[in-house]
């Protein structure tokens, strides 16, 4: 794995990141480009060649920036890292959840006999995660974030921020997933027809419950930390 995109939903983690890798490229520099209104940035990160882009929220739009890093920049893998609603209640806000699959929750064509999450006419609607690359996250965590709890499992996504119980049972008792969030698994999806390694990184920011409003700004910031120090400690490792 020579080239690693990394894909963020917002401003405020990438940003975080791009720092890191201004400091690291310091003696060839950062490349900008643009491409379909997002910048992409080349440089960088922990010695490891990346290119870094945030997506914006949404799974179309994490979907073009995935496809770009593939069909553009030729990367050899993608992470999408950011923040998700924990859906089992064993997972703590702040903890790191790791894919070991991924799914669109709000894929539902249930009307014509598929199951909810099933994208028809695909040979695959789960998509799976790179081992290698989740064995590197989840070692990178014990070294850079050794005080949070690491998970691996399912992670969902979909056009909706998760805010209500009802809701929440709803995802976690029909897809048996760790988190949701609402870019992940169109990343995971754009992977799969482009035959590139992933893995979906998600720090838990709320509960994705009735408090989920509350939650969200309040541990933003402490998922954004966590997050970073992860993906910049993965890097050295791959």
Known sequence: MEKIGIIGATDNGIDALKLIMKSD????????????????????????NVVLVCSGIGKVNAAIAAEILAGIFKVDAIINTGMAGGLDN???????VLSTDALEHDMDYTALGFRRGIVPDQDESVYDADDELRNA????????CPYIGVHEGRIVS????????????????TFNALCTEMEGAAVAHTAYVNNIPFLVIKSISDKADD??????P???????????KLV?????ML
């Open 158 to 173: 979909g056009d909706i921020f998760v805010s209500c119980h009802k809701r929440k049972e709803d995802l976690a008792n």
């Open 25 to 48: 490229s310091s003696d060839v520099g950062v490349i900008v480009e643009k491409h379909a209104g997002m910048e992409f940035f080349s440089g960088k990160l922990s010695g490891k």
């Open 218 to 228: 309040t541990f933003q910031q402490m998922a954004i930390e966590n997050s970073v």
């Open 90 to 96: 064993r997972i703590n806000i702040g903890d790191i």
């Open 232 to 236: 910049a400690e993965m890097m050295s």
């Open 211 to 216: 408090s989920a409003d509350m939650d969200y």
């Open 137 to 144: 996250a989840k070692a990178a965590c014990k070294n850079a």
